[in-house]
Protein backbone atom coordinates (compact mmCIF):
# COMPACT_ATOMS: atom_id res chain seq x y z
CA UNK A 1 0.00 0.00 0.00
CA UNK A 2 1.32 3.44 -0.70
CA UNK A 3 -1.70 6.02 -0.99
CA UNK A 4 -0.56 9.51 -0.20
CA UNK A 5 -3.29 10.92 1.97
CA UNK A 6 -5.73 12.92 -0.69
CA UNK A 7 -8.69 15.25 -0.10
CA UNK A 8 -12.11 17.10 -1.93
CA UNK A 9 -15.01 18.52 -1.83
CA UNK A 10 -17.40 15.70 -2.21
CA UNK A 11 -20.96 17.53 -2.06
CA UNK A 12 -21.48 20.43 -4.98
CA UNK A 13 -19.73 23.78 -5.19
CA UNK A 14 -21.95 26.80 -3.91
CA UNK A 15 -23.70 28.25 -0.54
CA UNK A 16 -25.17 24.57 1.21
CA UNK A 17 -26.54 23.79 4.32
CA UNK A 18 -23.77 20.95 4.89
CA UNK A 19 -20.82 20.13 2.89
CA UNK A 20 -18.82 17.09 2.70
CA UNK A 21 -14.81 16.63 2.36
CA UNK A 22 -13.63 13.25 2.01
CA UNK A 23 -10.38 12.18 2.95
CA UNK A 24 -8.22 9.06 1.77
CA UNK A 25 -5.15 7.59 2.72
CA UNK A 26 -3.30 4.38 4.45
CA UNK A 27 -3.30 5.54 7.66
CA UNK A 28 -5.92 8.42 8.78
CA UNK A 29 -6.67 7.01 12.52
CA UNK A 30 -4.37 9.32 14.31
CA UNK A 31 -5.71 12.17 11.97
CA UNK A 32 -9.49 10.96 13.12
CA UNK A 33 -8.22 11.07 16.12
CA UNK A 34 -7.00 14.73 16.33
CA UNK A 35 -10.24 15.49 14.93
CA UNK A 36 -12.31 14.36 16.99
CA UNK A 37 -10.16 14.26 20.34
CA UNK A 38 -9.95 10.67 21.26
CA UNK A 39 -9.76 7.69 19.44
CA UNK A 40 -12.56 7.03 16.35
CA UNK A 41 -14.32 4.13 16.33
CA UNK A 42 -15.10 3.37 12.79
CA UNK A 43 -18.34 4.07 11.06
CA UNK A 44 -19.59 5.97 14.30
CA UNK A 45 -20.48 9.61 13.85
CA UNK A 46 -18.39 11.92 15.85
CA UNK A 47 -20.06 15.85 15.97
CA UNK A 48 -16.81 18.18 16.94
CA UNK A 49 -15.35 21.48 17.13
CA UNK A 50 -12.77 21.05 14.16
CA UNK A 51 -9.98 23.12 15.31
CA UNK A 52 -6.54 24.07 13.40
CA UNK A 53 -3.14 23.87 14.09
CA UNK A 54 -2.93 26.48 16.49
CA UNK A 55 -6.45 25.31 18.59
CA UNK A 56 -8.73 28.14 17.16
CA UNK A 57 -11.95 26.30 15.93
CA UNK A 58 -12.88 25.93 12.66
CA UNK A 59 -16.46 24.76 12.34
CA UNK A 60 -19.11 22.54 14.20
CA UNK A 61 -18.36 19.05 12.15
CA UNK A 62 -19.73 15.89 11.89
CA UNK A 63 -16.70 13.51 11.70
CA UNK A 64 -16.91 9.47 10.48
CA UNK A 65 -13.48 7.45 9.82
CA UNK A 66 -13.72 4.47 7.54
CA UNK A 67 -11.08 2.15 8.40
CA UNK A 68 -9.91 -0.12 5.17
CA UNK A 69 -10.81 -1.71 4.04
CA UNK A 70 -14.57 -0.96 4.95
CA UNK A 71 -14.72 2.06 2.61
CA UNK A 72 -15.39 3.50 -0.92
CA UNK A 73 -11.75 3.28 -1.85
CA UNK A 74 -10.86 0.65 0.42
CA UNK A 75 -8.33 2.71 2.04
CA UNK A 76 -8.98 4.48 5.42
CA UNK A 77 -11.19 7.35 4.76
CA UNK A 78 -12.86 10.21 6.65
CA UNK A 79 -15.41 11.97 5.64
CA UNK A 80 -16.10 15.33 7.04
CA UNK A 81 -19.24 17.26 7.02
CA UNK A 82 -19.29 20.89 7.33
CA UNK A 83 -21.22 23.56 7.20
CA UNK A 84 -21.18 25.02 3.35
CA UNK A 85 -19.69 28.12 3.15
CA UNK A 86 -16.89 28.60 0.91
CA UNK A 87 -15.13 30.32 3.47
CA UNK A 88 -15.34 27.18 5.86
CA UNK A 89 -14.34 24.90 3.51
CA UNK A 90 -11.50 26.68 1.97
CA UNK A 91 -10.01 27.07 5.93
CA UNK A 92 -9.88 23.09 6.48
CA UNK A 93 -8.64 22.48 2.86
CA UNK A 94 -6.19 24.60 4.26
CA UNK A 95 -5.74 22.70 7.63
CA UNK A 96 -5.27 19.55 5.68
CA UNK A 97 -2.76 21.17 3.12
CA UNK A 98 -0.90 21.89 6.63
CA UNK A 99 -1.00 18.63 7.62
CA UNK A 100 0.19 17.09 4.18
CA UNK A 101 -2.68 15.88 2.54
CA UNK A 102 -3.05 17.02 -0.80
CA UNK A 103 -6.43 17.93 -3.17
CA UNK A 104 -7.63 15.13 -5.07
CA UNK A 105 -7.03 15.12 -8.94
CA UNK A 106 -10.53 14.59 -10.65
CA UNK A 107 -11.80 11.00 -10.19
CA UNK A 108 -8.62 9.60 -7.84
CA UNK A 109 -11.17 8.68 -5.13
CA UNK A 110 -12.74 5.91 -7.79
CA UNK A 111 -9.42 5.10 -8.96
CA UNK A 112 -8.06 4.16 -5.83
CA UNK A 113 -11.49 2.15 -5.43
CA UNK A 114 -10.76 0.30 -8.42
CA UNK A 115 -7.30 -0.21 -8.02
CA UNK A 116 -8.39 -1.25 -4.21
CA UNK A 117 -10.78 -3.57 -6.30
CA UNK A 118 -14.12 -2.12 -5.16
CA UNK A 119 -15.03 -1.06 -8.58
CA UNK A 120 -14.64 -2.61 -12.10
CA UNK A 121 -14.35 -0.05 -14.57
CA UNK A 122 -17.73 -0.18 -16.04
CA UNK A 123 -19.06 0.31 -12.23
CA UNK A 124 -16.81 3.62 -12.84
CA UNK A 125 -19.09 3.75 -15.87
CA UNK A 126 -21.88 3.71 -14.63
CA UNK A 127 -20.94 6.19 -11.39
CA UNK A 128 -20.35 8.69 -14.10
CA UNK A 129 -23.39 7.71 -15.91
CA UNK A 130 -25.47 8.10 -12.25
CA UNK A 131 -23.76 11.40 -11.50
CA UNK A 132 -25.26 12.49 -15.05
CA UNK A 133 -28.86 11.39 -14.39
CA UNK A 134 -31.51 13.65 -14.84
CA UNK A 135 -34.38 11.65 -15.49
CA UNK A 136 -35.72 8.09 -13.82
CA UNK A 137 -35.03 5.64 -16.96
CA UNK A 138 -31.00 7.55 -16.70
CA UNK A 139 -30.88 6.76 -12.97
CA UNK A 140 -32.30 3.23 -13.31
CA UNK A 141 -29.81 2.20 -16.00
CA UNK A 142 -26.66 4.00 -14.14
CA UNK A 143 -27.36 2.52 -10.91
CA UNK A 144 -27.96 -0.59 -12.48
CA UNK A 145 -24.52 -0.61 -14.17
CA UNK A 146 -23.05 0.90 -11.45
CA UNK A 147 -23.77 -1.53 -8.81
CA UNK A 148 -22.44 -4.56 -10.85
CA UNK A 149 -24.99 -5.56 -13.07
CA UNK A 150 -23.03 -5.08 -16.62
CA UNK A 151 -20.47 -6.16 -14.58
CA UNK A 152 -21.63 -9.44 -14.08
CA UNK A 153 -22.57 -10.06 -17.56
CA UNK A 154 -19.37 -9.15 -18.82
CA UNK A 155 -17.78 -11.54 -16.31
CA UNK A 156 -19.76 -14.44 -17.43
CA UNK A 157 -19.23 -13.48 -21.38
CA UNK A 158 -15.33 -13.24 -20.65
CA UNK A 159 -14.76 -16.42 -18.53
CA UNK A 160 -16.78 -18.83 -21.41
CA UNK A 161 -14.29 -16.81 -24.28
CA UNK A 162 -11.66 -18.12 -21.41
CA UNK A 163 -12.78 -21.46 -21.15
CA UNK A 164 -13.70 -22.00 -24.99
CA UNK A 165 -10.44 -20.54 -25.74
CA UNK A 166 -8.87 -23.08 -23.48
CA UNK A 167 -10.59 -26.05 -24.97
CA UNK A 168 -9.36 -25.44 -28.43
CA UNK A 169 -5.58 -25.37 -27.53
CA UNK A 170 -6.44 -28.52 -25.86
CA UNK A 171 -7.91 -30.06 -28.76
CA UNK A 172 -4.30 -29.86 -30.19
CA UNK A 173 -2.28 -31.00 -26.96
CA UNK A 174 -4.74 -34.36 -26.67
CA UNK A 175 -5.13 -37.02 -28.02
CA UNK A 176 -9.70 -36.95 -29.65
CA UNK A 177 -10.33 -40.06 -27.28
CA UNK A 178 -9.35 -38.19 -24.21
CA UNK A 179 -11.49 -35.26 -25.48
CA UNK A 180 -15.07 -34.86 -24.90
CA UNK A 181 -17.16 -35.90 -28.15
CA UNK A 182 -17.76 -33.59 -30.93
CA UNK A 183 -15.90 -31.12 -28.97
CA UNK A 184 -15.44 -28.87 -31.57
CA UNK A 185 -18.51 -28.63 -32.48
CA UNK A 186 -19.91 -27.51 -29.00
CA UNK A 187 -17.03 -24.93 -28.86
CA UNK A 188 -18.40 -23.80 -32.52
CA UNK A 189 -22.13 -23.41 -31.09
CA UNK A 190 -20.77 -21.81 -27.78
CA UNK A 191 -19.01 -19.66 -29.61
CA UNK A 192 -21.75 -18.67 -31.83
CA UNK A 193 -24.22 -18.09 -28.82
CA UNK A 194 -21.55 -15.69 -27.51
CA UNK A 195 -21.02 -13.61 -30.48
CA UNK A 196 -25.24 -13.38 -31.27
CA UNK A 197 -25.49 -12.45 -27.62
CA UNK A 198 -22.88 -10.10 -28.27
CA UNK A 199 -24.56 -8.29 -31.50
CA UNK A 200 -27.64 -7.96 -29.97
CA UNK A 201 -26.16 -5.81 -27.41
CA UNK A 202 -24.65 -3.65 -29.70
CA UNK A 203 -28.09 -3.67 -31.72
CA UNK A 204 -29.24 -1.63 -28.50
CA UNK A 205 -26.48 0.73 -28.77
CA UNK A 206 -28.81 2.91 -30.07
CA UNK A 207 -31.36 2.45 -27.34
CA UNK A 208 -28.78 2.80 -24.71
CA UNK A 209 -27.75 6.16 -26.37
CA UNK A 210 -31.66 7.81 -26.33
CA UNK A 211 -31.58 6.73 -22.87
CA UNK A 212 -28.19 7.95 -22.08
CA UNK A 213 -28.11 11.28 -23.96
CA UNK A 214 -31.76 11.86 -24.60
CA UNK A 215 -33.72 11.56 -27.27
CA UNK A 216 -34.31 14.25 -30.17
CA UNK A 217 -37.50 15.28 -31.32
CA UNK A 218 -38.09 17.95 -33.95
CA UNK A 219 -41.24 20.14 -34.61
CA UNK A 220 -41.25 20.42 -38.36
CA UNK A 221 -43.82 21.71 -40.80
CA UNK A 222 -44.94 24.52 -43.47
CA UNK A 223 -44.58 28.27 -41.79
CA UNK A 224 -47.51 28.96 -39.38
CA UNK A 225 -49.31 25.79 -38.63
CA UNK A 226 -48.12 26.71 -34.93
CA UNK A 227 -44.47 24.85 -34.26
CA UNK A 228 -43.83 27.34 -32.08
CA UNK A 229 -47.10 27.59 -30.55
CA UNK A 230 -46.98 23.96 -29.80
CA UNK A 231 -43.44 23.78 -28.55
CA UNK A 232 -44.15 26.03 -25.60
CA UNK A 233 -47.23 24.16 -25.22
CA UNK A 234 -45.41 21.05 -24.13
CA UNK A 235 -42.39 22.38 -22.40
CA UNK A 236 -45.51 24.86 -20.71
CA UNK A 237 -43.12 28.08 -21.32
CA UNK A 238 -43.13 30.82 -23.24
CA UNK A 239 -39.89 29.95 -24.82
CA UNK A 240 -40.43 30.54 -29.05
CA UNK A 241 -42.10 33.56 -30.31
CA UNK A 242 -45.66 32.96 -31.77
CA UNK A 243 -46.83 35.14 -34.43
CA UNK A 244 -48.98 35.25 -37.00
CA UNK A 245 -46.62 36.12 -39.74
CA UNK A 246 -45.24 33.42 -41.45
CA UNK A 247 -41.40 32.50 -41.39
CA UNK A 248 -41.37 34.09 -37.95
CA UNK A 249 -39.00 31.01 -36.71
CA UNK A 250 -35.38 31.66 -38.23
CA UNK A 251 -32.83 29.66 -35.37
CA UNK A 252 -34.06 25.98 -33.92
CA UNK A 253 -34.78 26.82 -30.29
CA UNK A 254 -34.01 24.02 -28.43
CA UNK A 255 -35.34 22.63 -24.93
CA UNK A 256 -34.97 19.93 -22.74
CA UNK A 257 -38.01 18.16 -20.93
CA UNK A 258 -38.70 14.95 -19.01
CA UNK A 259 -41.15 12.92 -20.86
CA UNK A 260 -42.39 9.89 -18.86
CA UNK A 261 -38.87 9.48 -17.35
CA UNK A 262 -37.13 10.14 -21.20
CA UNK A 263 -34.88 12.66 -21.22
CA UNK A 264 -35.84 14.70 -24.87
CA UNK A 265 -34.34 17.26 -26.56
CA UNK A 266 -37.39 19.72 -28.17
CA UNK A 267 -36.26 21.43 -31.24
CA UNK A 268 -38.35 24.17 -32.87
CA UNK A 269 -37.44 25.00 -35.89
CA UNK A 270 -38.07 27.20 -38.95
CA UNK A 271 -41.07 26.73 -41.05
CA UNK A 272 -40.48 24.82 -44.25
CA UNK A 273 -41.20 26.61 -47.85
CA UNK A 274 -39.54 26.92 -51.34
CA UNK A 275 -40.05 30.95 -51.44
CA UNK A 276 -38.15 32.23 -48.30
CA UNK A 277 -38.96 35.92 -47.63
CA UNK A 278 -35.07 36.42 -47.49
CA UNK A 279 -31.72 34.93 -47.46
CA UNK A 280 -32.25 34.41 -43.26
CA UNK A 281 -35.30 32.56 -43.24
CA UNK A 282 -33.49 30.44 -46.34
CA UNK A 283 -30.65 30.16 -43.39
CA UNK A 284 -32.86 28.67 -40.82
CA UNK A 285 -34.91 26.20 -43.28
CA UNK A 286 -31.61 24.34 -43.95
CA UNK A 287 -30.74 24.33 -40.02
CA UNK A 288 -34.01 23.22 -40.05
CA UNK A 289 -33.26 20.02 -42.58
CA UNK A 290 -29.66 19.47 -40.64
CA UNK A 291 -32.10 18.60 -36.75
CA UNK A 292 -34.33 16.66 -39.25
CA UNK A 293 -31.65 14.33 -40.20
CA UNK A 294 -30.07 13.78 -36.48
CA UNK A 295 -34.28 13.60 -35.14
CA UNK A 296 -35.02 10.28 -33.53
CA UNK A 297 -38.66 11.45 -33.80
CA UNK A 298 -40.20 13.94 -35.95
CA UNK A 299 -43.63 16.11 -35.12
CA UNK A 300 -44.75 16.52 -39.12
CA UNK A 301 -47.25 19.92 -37.74
CA UNK A 302 -50.16 21.02 -40.20
CA UNK A 303 -52.78 23.15 -39.53
CA UNK A 304 -55.47 21.16 -41.22
CA UNK A 305 -56.80 17.54 -41.56
CA UNK A 306 -53.88 16.23 -43.96
CA UNK A 307 -53.79 12.81 -45.45
CA UNK A 308 -50.34 12.03 -45.68
CA UNK A 309 -48.47 8.25 -44.73
CA UNK A 310 -45.66 9.77 -42.02
CA UNK A 311 -42.11 8.03 -42.56
CA UNK A 312 -41.14 5.50 -39.21
CA UNK A 313 -39.96 7.83 -37.29
CA UNK A 314 -43.03 10.63 -38.03
CA UNK A 315 -45.70 11.16 -36.13
CA UNK A 316 -48.54 13.70 -37.58
CA UNK A 317 -49.93 16.23 -35.85
CA UNK A 318 -52.84 18.22 -36.91
CA UNK A 319 -52.55 21.34 -34.86
CA UNK A 320 -55.30 24.00 -34.43
CA UNK A 321 -58.05 21.54 -33.65
CA UNK A 322 -60.26 24.15 -32.18
CA UNK A 323 -61.05 25.30 -35.80
CA UNK A 324 -61.72 22.26 -37.75
CA UNK A 325 -63.08 18.70 -37.19
CA UNK A 326 -61.45 14.76 -36.87
CA UNK A 327 -58.27 14.15 -37.99
CA UNK A 328 -57.51 11.32 -40.81
CA UNK A 329 -57.04 7.91 -38.63
CA UNK A 330 -53.32 7.73 -37.18
CA UNK A 331 -52.69 11.28 -36.87
CA UNK A 332 -52.52 12.97 -33.36
CA UNK A 333 -54.82 16.15 -33.25
CA UNK A 334 -54.23 19.20 -30.89
CA UNK A 335 -54.80 22.57 -30.36
CA UNK A 336 -51.61 24.39 -28.96
CA UNK A 337 -54.27 27.41 -28.21
CA UNK A 338 -56.59 25.77 -25.82
CA UNK A 339 -54.55 23.03 -24.83
CA UNK A 340 -56.54 19.81 -26.15
CA UNK A 341 -54.62 17.00 -27.08
CA UNK A 342 -51.34 17.56 -25.60
CA UNK A 343 -51.34 15.05 -23.12
CA UNK A 344 -52.22 12.76 -25.66
CA UNK A 345 -49.35 13.98 -28.11
CA UNK A 346 -46.58 13.59 -25.31
CA UNK A 347 -47.91 10.14 -24.48
CA UNK A 348 -47.71 8.95 -28.12
CA UNK A 349 -44.14 10.73 -27.84
CA UNK A 350 -43.47 8.57 -24.67
CA UNK A 351 -44.84 5.23 -26.46
CA UNK A 352 -42.63 5.98 -29.57
CA UNK A 353 -39.26 5.81 -26.59
CA UNK A 354 -40.76 2.81 -25.16
CA UNK A 355 -40.41 1.20 -28.11
CA UNK A 356 -37.09 2.50 -29.36
CA UNK A 357 -35.36 1.90 -25.89
CA UNK A 358 -37.56 -1.65 -25.36
CA UNK A 359 -35.98 -4.71 -24.49
CA UNK A 360 -32.42 -2.85 -23.58
CA UNK A 361 -33.06 -3.34 -19.82
CA UNK A 362 -32.20 -6.93 -20.34
CA UNK A 363 -28.33 -6.17 -21.94
CA UNK A 364 -25.44 -4.28 -20.56
CA UNK A 365 -25.40 -0.26 -20.89
CA UNK A 366 -23.21 0.67 -23.16
CA UNK A 367 -20.82 4.13 -23.47
CA UNK A 368 -18.67 5.31 -26.49
CA UNK A 369 -16.03 3.58 -24.63
CA UNK A 370 -17.71 -0.17 -24.09
CA UNK A 371 -19.27 0.27 -27.64
CA UNK A 372 -16.13 -0.28 -29.23
CA UNK A 373 -14.79 -3.04 -27.41
CA UNK A 374 -17.35 -4.97 -27.54
CA UNK A 375 -17.55 -4.19 -31.24
CA UNK A 376 -13.69 -5.86 -31.05
CA UNK A 377 -14.37 -8.86 -28.96
CA UNK A 378 -17.96 -9.76 -31.67
CA UNK A 379 -15.55 -9.13 -34.23
CA UNK A 380 -12.64 -11.88 -33.17
CA UNK A 381 -15.75 -14.36 -32.04
CA UNK A 382 -16.96 -13.84 -36.17
CA UNK A 383 -13.19 -14.59 -37.09
CA UNK A 384 -13.17 -17.38 -35.08
CA UNK A 385 -16.04 -18.89 -36.22
CA UNK A 386 -14.43 -18.54 -39.75
CA UNK A 387 -11.03 -20.67 -39.14
CA UNK A 388 -12.54 -24.44 -39.98
CA UNK A 389 -10.21 -26.78 -38.40
CA UNK A 390 -7.27 -24.14 -37.62
CA UNK A 391 -8.01 -24.84 -33.53
CA UNK A 392 -4.82 -22.89 -32.79
CA UNK A 393 -6.05 -20.01 -34.79
CA UNK A 394 -9.46 -20.17 -33.15
CA UNK A 395 -8.00 -20.43 -29.42
CA UNK A 396 -6.24 -17.28 -30.32
CA UNK A 397 -9.45 -15.13 -31.79
CA UNK A 398 -11.38 -16.23 -28.43
CA UNK A 399 -9.10 -15.10 -25.83
CA UNK A 400 -8.32 -11.85 -28.28
CA UNK A 401 -12.46 -11.79 -27.52
CA UNK A 402 -11.62 -12.60 -23.77
CA UNK A 403 -9.04 -9.62 -23.40
CA UNK A 404 -11.55 -7.11 -25.13
CA UNK A 405 -13.76 -7.75 -22.57
CA UNK A 406 -11.03 -7.67 -20.07
CA UNK A 407 -10.15 -4.46 -21.13
CA UNK A 408 -14.47 -3.38 -20.48
CA UNK A 409 -13.71 -4.78 -17.23
CA UNK A 410 -10.24 -3.06 -16.62
CA UNK A 411 -9.34 -6.64 -15.93
CA UNK A 412 -6.49 -5.85 -18.56
CA UNK A 413 -5.98 -1.76 -18.51
CA UNK A 414 -4.34 0.50 -20.34
CA UNK A 415 -3.39 4.22 -19.00
CA UNK A 416 -5.17 5.60 -21.38
CA UNK A 417 -8.40 3.76 -20.70
CA UNK A 418 -8.23 4.59 -17.16
CA UNK A 419 -7.44 7.92 -17.91
CA UNK A 420 -10.29 8.50 -20.13
CA UNK A 421 -12.79 6.42 -17.27
CA UNK A 422 -11.87 8.14 -14.34
CA UNK A 423 -11.40 11.88 -16.21
CA UNK A 424 -15.76 11.87 -17.04
CA UNK A 425 -15.96 12.16 -12.97
CA UNK A 426 -15.44 14.97 -11.40
CA UNK A 427 -13.53 16.35 -8.50
CA UNK A 428 -14.29 14.46 -5.07
CA UNK A 429 -15.51 11.36 -6.75
N1 LIG B 1 -56.80 28.89 -33.57
C1 LIG B 1 -55.57 28.47 -33.32
N2 LIG B 1 -54.50 29.22 -33.67
C2 LIG B 1 -53.28 28.75 -33.41
C3 LIG B 1 -53.07 27.50 -32.81
N3 LIG B 1 -51.73 27.29 -32.69
C4 LIG B 1 -51.14 28.39 -33.22
N4 LIG B 1 -52.05 29.26 -33.65
C5 LIG B 1 -51.80 30.56 -34.29
O1 LIG B 1 -51.13 30.32 -35.52
C6 LIG B 1 -50.21 31.37 -35.81
C7 LIG B 1 -48.81 30.81 -36.09
O2 LIG B 1 -48.33 30.20 -34.90
P1 LIG B 1 -46.78 29.88 -34.70
O3 LIG B 1 -46.70 29.01 -33.50
O4 LIG B 1 -45.98 31.11 -34.73
O5 LIG B 1 -46.53 29.03 -36.02
P2 LIG B 1 -45.14 28.41 -36.55
O6 LIG B 1 -45.45 27.11 -37.19
O7 LIG B 1 -44.13 28.40 -35.49
O8 LIG B 1 -44.76 29.45 -37.66
P3 LIG B 1 -43.31 29.81 -38.27
O9 LIG B 1 -42.38 30.03 -37.15
O10 LIG B 1 -43.55 31.02 -39.06
O11 LIG B 1 -42.91 28.66 -39.15
C8 LIG B 1 -50.24 32.29 -34.59
O12 LIG B 1 -51.08 33.37 -34.86
C9 LIG B 1 -50.84 31.44 -33.51
O13 LIG B 1 -51.53 32.16 -32.52
C10 LIG B 1 -54.22 26.72 -32.46
O14 LIG B 1 -54.16 25.63 -31.92
N5 LIG B 1 -55.43 27.25 -32.75
MG1 LIG C 1 -42.36 29.33 -35.31
Known amino acids: MNNDTIFALSSGRGKAGVAVIRISGDDLSGMAAQFIGRDATPRRAYFTNLKDASGDVIDQC ?58 DLSDVDGLAALLDARTEMQRRWALRSMTGGDGRIYDTWRRDMIEISAYAAAILDYDADDLPADIGGVLRARTSKLYDEITRALSRAAAARAVRSGVNVVLAGTPNVGKSSLFNAIIGANRAIVSDIPGTTRDVVSADV ?31 RDVMTDADIILRVFDAPADITPAQNEIVVINKSDLHGAAPRGAICVSAKTGDGIDALTAQIARRMHAITDGADADVVLNARTKTLLADAAENLSAALTTGDNWDIFAEYTRRAADDIGRILGTITATDVMDATFGQLCLGK
Open 258 to 288: DIDGYLVHLMDTAGLRDAAADEIEQQGIMRT
Open 62 to 119: LVIYFAAPNSFTGTDVIEIQCHGADAVIQKIFAHLSSAGARMAMPGEFSRRAFMGGKM
